[in-house]
């Protein structure tokens, strides 16, 4: 009788004893479903790019570009780019913005990059502002990712 017991013991897979390990083996959670974005009325969109614009030029930004993105992308539907010579000068034009922006009742804007680097992005929901230094503009290229004449079919070229 002794036998069998002991051969039980050894059958029996062994049991993770951590939290840890237990969830390792139980493997990810499911993830709660994100509700969709509610699109913004054509009128107000229009409103904040105003609003988004006029901050832009009080503030001396340069080469100020407004993309259209609805139907081409999920994560907003217009995109302002626009330039900066100095670190302060983006820093105090992504502030300006971010108060312009509070003013017009947006609730969350969202502010990266402000703390001296070349690239600042300020997320408003459904338009999103880039603002950069003169080379990282043209290194990044978002003009040419995002622009218009992407949609239109290059001609083949001659044989």
Do not use: C
Request: glycine share 6%.
């Amino acid at each position: 009788m002794a036998k069998s017991v002991a051969k039980l013991a050894v059958t029996t897979p062994p049991q993770p004893g951590t939290p840890r390990k237990k969830a390792s083996v139980a493997g990810p959670k499911p993830r709660a479903t994100r509700p969709a974005r509610e699109k913004a009325e054509p009128s107000r969109l229009d409103q904040l790019q105003q609003i988004i614009m006029s901050s832009l030029e009080d503030d001396k930004a340069e080469q100020v570009v407004a993309l259209d993105l609805a139907g081409r992308a999920s994560f907003a539907d217009r995109m302002v780019i626009a330039t900066g010579l100095a670190d302060r000068q983006i820093a105090a034009m992504a502030t300006h913005l971010e108060d312009k922006l509070q003013e017009a009742g947006l609730k969350r804007v969202q502010i990266e990059g402000a703390n001296g680097s070349d690239w600042v992005l300020i997320d408003a929901g459904d338009i999103v502002i880039h603002l950069f230094k003169p080379e990282s503009r043209t290194l990044y290229g978002l003009e040419r990712m995002w622009g218009a004449d992407l949609d239109e079919p290059t001609p083949p070229p001659p044989v």
